[in-house]
């Protein structure tokens, strides 16, 4: 398995993404959150029913206005007791800190620029991976308004990203898948004996 984390601090959501190699289909396991205190006052601006969400457990909130990046690094370490991860990426400079206490933690992290030619090779393989309907999810509604906000841009050479300008609502949790996709390419994962849990 590999993740990508997608982080904000108060306005946007943060999400993290876990692709598992299951063989014939890749299955993609996310985690979503949110400040309880900004949900409430921008859910019908973001056009996503982020409060009823987390009441059926699908976004955690956070209490107050801020991410509680603690719960991230929790979250990813039960993801790396749960499954053989092999990489994490990471906007490095959205870190805060929270390198350190992975590397100490023993987690495979590294940091990922979020510049289009290092985030094209893993939005393309997520988009091969769909194209070809490879890529199965536990029905997370969350993942999939984000998809369905997504646009991407292309440059001259063919490098591909996801534009938040050109998206309409939250697309972070398909910002995580994507560069969970990169982490994917980067790291040889045939003849895994992981075995999805979904």
Not at 51 to 56: L, P, R
Not at 75 to 81: H, I, M, R
Request: charged share 25%.
């Amino acid at each position: 398995a590999v993740v990508g984390i997608d982080l904000s601090k108060s306005r946007d959501m943060s999400s993290v993404a876990c692709l598992i190699d299951g063989g014939d289909y890749t299955y993609a396991l996310c985690w979503h959150l949110y400040p309880e205190e900004n949900a409430k006052e921008r859910e019908r601006e973001l056009m996503m029913p982020i409060m009823k969400w987390g009441m059926e457990g699908i976004v955690e909130l956070c209490e107050g206005r801020v991410i509680d990046y603690k719960r991230v690094i929790e979250y990813v370490d039960s993801l790396c007791e749960r499954y053989q991860v092999k990489r994490i990426y990471n906007d490095p400079y959205c870190m805060s800190g929270m390198e350190q206490d992975m590397h100490a933690r023993g987690l495979p992290i590294f940091g990922l620029p979020q510049r289009i030619q290092e985030l094209s090779p893993g939005t393309l393989k997520v988009e091969e991976l769909i194209a070809a309907g490879k890529l199965r999810h536990n029905g997370d509604p969350c993942l999939r308004m984000a998809c369905q906000n997504a646009q991407a841009f292309t440059d001259i050479t063919g490098n591909v990203r996801l534009d938040k300008k050109r998206s309409a609502g939250l697309i972070d949790p398909a910002m995580a898948l994507c560069i969970a996709g990169r982490a994917f390419v980067d790291e040889d994962l045939q003849g895994s004996d992981v075995c999805p849990l979904l």
